[in-house]
């Protein structure tokens, strides 16, 4: 439970209810209760009213003192098409689509009772996104799988000169948000040694880059944005790999390091 002091010199008598839950160490702040009545129709509707006019609720949930720089948030608003509906937050405003976030979601519904219990104990959990409507399924053994909204390249070997690294080559991916893609190699890094400082600023180096540069084009106007970048280890199986497992590092909104795989890019 957390109390909420609108401004550093007015209290606030509103409390915010929240379930803390991680996937893979990604932690995911759901919030319960106590968050304003939106106005809209869509959950892209909301999702402007939420950060239009309730923005420093968003800003107390993730940032300092009560999170942090990589904390994550899930706002619970009504849904007629899904067993929830969801907002998803970071530390620079509101995201579109969220693998971690949707796993997390599915067991936190499964444990309040939604979604339906096939013979097999299979529990099938559906999330509204800001994407779209994303099915879940969690197993008996609670492995979840979901399949997304449907995923495409928006470009493939591009390449831009992002100040301080010099030319890179890069592709865009869409899954439910944009992310550009880069083979990690490409910046001098080294995703097993490299500090995530380094990361961070490379990564943040191309988002910027690309945002400047390439025009993001989707039927909801409100998805049509670079979300972040992930960084491969350059392998594209794990046949290729001379390390063992495919690695990759993904940093999104403002310098975010995430710390599962990523279940959106």
Not at 39 to 49: K, M, P, S
Not at 182 to 190: D, F, H, Q
Not at 216 to 225: G, M, N, R, V, Y
């Amino acid at each position: 439970m957390t109390h909420l002091s609108l401004k550093p010199w007015q209290q606030s008598d509103r409390i915010i209810r929240t379930v803390e839950m991680h996937t893979g160490g990604e932690p995911l702040r759901i919030v319960t209760d106590g968050y304003p009545t939106l106005e809209g129709a869509t959950i892209l509707e909301l999702r402007v009213d939420a950060a239009k006019n309730h923005d420093h609720i968003r800003v107390a949930l993730m940032r300092e003192p009560r999170g942090h720089r990589d904390m994550y948030g899930a706002i619970l608003v009504p849904t007629q098409r899904a067993n929830l509906g969801v907002l998803f937050t970071h530390n620079h405003g509101y995201s579109t689509m969220c693998g971690h976030g949707v796993i997390a979601l599915a067991r936190y519904a499964r444990d309040i009772g939604l979604g339906t219990i096939d013979a097999d104990g299979v529990t099938m959990v559906t999330i509204d996104c800001p994407c779209g409507v994303v099915p879940v399924r969690i197993d008996p053994f609670n492995q979840s799988t979901f399949l997304s909204v449907p995923s495409y390249a928006y470009v493939l070997e591009q390449s831009i000169n992002v100040p301080k690294y010099g030319n890179v080559r890069y592709d865009i991916g869409f899954g439910g948000t944009f992310y550009a893609i880069v083979n990690c190699k490409e910046m001098g890094l080294n995703l097993r040694g490299d500090n995530s400082v380094d990361i961070v600023h490379a990564g943040m180096a191309v988002k910027s880059a690309v945002s400047e540069s390439v025009k993001l084009l989707h039927p909801e106007s409100d998805l049509a944005f670079l979300y972040g970048v992930i960084f491969t280890d350059g392998a594209e199986s794990q046949l290729e790999s001379s390390t063992g497992p495919l690695r990759n590092v993904t940093v999104f909104a403002e310098g975010e390091v995430d710390r599962s795989p990523c279940g959106s890019g």
